[in-house]
């Protein structure tokens, strides 16, 4: 059965459709469902645009040209997303990368969704929405977003995870790294270190070790977790095996209860905080080698 197609129709006589009426939800079904409510489609000057403190803060100078170019080409795919705040400013809620391909070109306007009346809580959850969706967020600034947010609405880790739509161990994890210090973020950042070296940094008792393994992240030596345990030294035990330290216990004892007995017995000592620190430390590397 052969198809039926309509009558052409001479350019005079087509309609001409508004991209603020049929593409606007289209381009939202790419984004947060809340962006829906009462956003606007229309143009607005970049010199108009206010950006303050995003989401993101690792940007890459060489992907940013690919995007300005790419853009020059095909136009701007995705609209950004601005609030109008009450002294009429027009602040930058999503979208910095095409911001600033945008103003690498030196466009005068862009397409734009424009949010009114939201709370700076709704402002924020739809900002870390859109930035976390995205492969090039870094977890360090997905961690310093979901601090902020808490800071900013003095919510529990469980109505953050309802909220931002992440596990609680998720933002249990990254509160943890928003809180560690500048420097260690920064490296992290600088020499791409997986998170769980930062956390088991943060849990390592205070020391020459934490010390070691700090330097050694700034410096970038360690950038995976496997190379943070191999500082650990297991000289007389071997992968799998029973490091020396609790080889000797009898057999009906597991090594874990002669690491909680130390560790009991230790408080009970009358021994100066130098001697106290170096046992918590020995106890601390002993319980490594037994978890790996």
Request: with cysteine.
């Amino acid at each position: 059965m052969s198809k039926t197609f309509a009558a052409r129709v001479s350019k005079k006589e087509r309609n001409v459709i508004d991209l603020a009426d049929k593409v606007g939800k289209d381009i939202f079904k790419l984004t947060d469902d809340r962006l829906l409510q009462g956003a606007k489609l229309t143009e607005i000057q970049i010199k108009k645009i206010v950006v303050k403190e995003q989401v993101r803060t690792k940007f890459n100078d060489d992907s940013i040209k690919d995007l300005a170019k790419n853009i020059e080409l095909n136009g701007l795919i995705q609209p950004l997303v601005l609030h109008q705040d009450k002294d009429g400013s027009y602040r930058l809620i999503c979208g910095e990368r095409r911001y600033r391909a945008l103003s690498y070109n030196k466009a005068f306007a862009a397409p734009c969704f424009v949010l009114e009346n939201k709370t700076e809580e709704e402002l924020m959850a739809i900002q870390f929405s859109e930035n976390s969706s995205r492969e090039e967020l870094h977890y360090v600034d997905k961690a310093d977003g979901i601090l902020n947010y808490q800071i900013a609405t003095k919510a529990s880790e469980r109505k953050i995870q309802a909220a931002l739509g992440i596990s609680k161990s998720e933002v249990h994890r990254s509160l943890l790294i928003a809180k560690l210090p500048r420097s260690i973020k920064e490296a992290a950042k600088k020499f791409d270190i997986e998170k769980y070296v930062l956390l088991e940094w943060d849990e390592l008792p205070k020391g020459a070790q934490k010390n070691q393994v700090e330097d050694q992240i700034l410096k970038g030596v360690i950038t995976k977790r496997s190379e943070r345990q191999n500082t650990i030294s297991t000289k007389g035990s071997g992968k799998g095996k029973t490091p020396a330290i609790a080889a000797g216990l009898p057999k009906d004892i597991t090594a874990q209860d002669f690491l909680k007995a130390m560790t009991s017995k230790t408080k009970d000592l009358k021994l100066d905080k130098k001697t106290k620190d170096l046992i918590k430390t020995l106890v601390q590397e002993t319980k490594e080698m037994i978890d790996q």
